[in-house]
Every structure is written in structure tokens, then in C-alpha cells.
């Protein structure tokens, strides 16, 4: 089964995986999540139901009401019938966790880029739907 594709006439470009929300509260890296979302991201950015349920599980209580205005920011990608088939078949094909089938699923299905840093199981040079927007040494 073929992976890739090459997005054209769309709304949104980009999608943001889990991922960014981790590299946005770690110290290290939060200045260069931020700063791909605000500038390349900037506008053409969606996330997931899975991403939300991921950043929101990583929140402290006192910051719960900033990160969710931040998240209510992007437009969020439902799991539908047609995506879990999908994801489904991706799993099978690829042995990847659900929650990463699902993501690539819904990359895929919405002709979107997955913006992961997840290359174990996302390797740009193998998949053209995936975007690494920053490394770190």
C-alpha cells in the first residue's frame, strides 16, 4: 500500500501531531515548537481529537484554561467510520501503535501533512505525507 501523496487544493496544509504539545512544555524545545507553529505553521495548522486528548493529558490543572483557548485556536479532525477503516489498515500494513495509525489516517484521508518529530515510526525519506518541522542535536 502506497503512503504518500502530495496535498493540493486545500484548505489547511499542515496538521500538528501530539508531539508539539510535549515539545511546547519542555524547556528545551518549547521556544522551537513555538516558533515553527507561529511562523511556518501559522494559519494552516489542524489538529486532531487525538492530539487534543494528548496535550490536555499532559496540562497542569492551572494552565488547563490557556492551553485549551490555544487548542479551541485550530480546527480539530473528527475520527469518523472512514478513518478508523483507515487507520485499521495502516496498523495492519505497518505494525504502528493505534494512535499513530489514526494520525496518519487522518493525514492521509484530508490530504494533509502529519508535522511529527516521530521518525521511528513516520521517516520522512519513506512516507511523503510526513513533515519534521525541527530537530534537535
Given at each position: 500500500m502506497s503512503v504518500g501523496f502530495v496535498p493540493s487544493g486545500i484548505r489547511h496544509e499542515f496538521r500538528v501531531s501530539?508531539?508539539?504539545?510535549?515539545?511546547?512544555?519542555?524547556?528545551q524545545w518549547g521556544s522551537a515548537a513555538t516558533a515553527w507553529?507561529?511562523?511556518?505553521?501559522?494559519?494552516?495548522?489542524v489538529i486532531s481529537v487525538i492530539t487534543r486528548a494528548e496535550v490536555l493529558t499532559g496540562v497542569e490543572e492551572d494552565e488547563r484554561d490557556r492551553v485549551e483557548r490555544l487548542l479551541a485556536s485550530f480546527d480539530?479532525?473528527?475520527i469518523t467510520a472512514a478513518i478508523a477503516d483507515k487507520a485499521a489498515d495502516l496498523r495492519k500494513t505497518h505494525g504502528w501503535k493505534l494512535p499513530d495509525a489514526f494520525q496518519a489516517a487522518l493525514a492521509m484521508k484530508n490530504q494533509l501533512r502529519l508535522v511529527t518529530r516521530n521518525?521511528?515510526?513516520?521517516?520522512?525519506?519513506?512516507?511523503?505525507f510526513v513533515l519534521v518541522p525541527y530537530t534537535f542535536p
Open positions: 501530539a508531539g508539539y504539545g510535549c515539545d511546547c512544555r519542555s524547556p507553529l507561529v511562523g511556518e505553521g501559522s494559519g494552516r495548522s480539530c479532525l473528527p521518525t521511528k515510526d513516520f521517516p520522512p525519506d519513506r512516507y511523503s
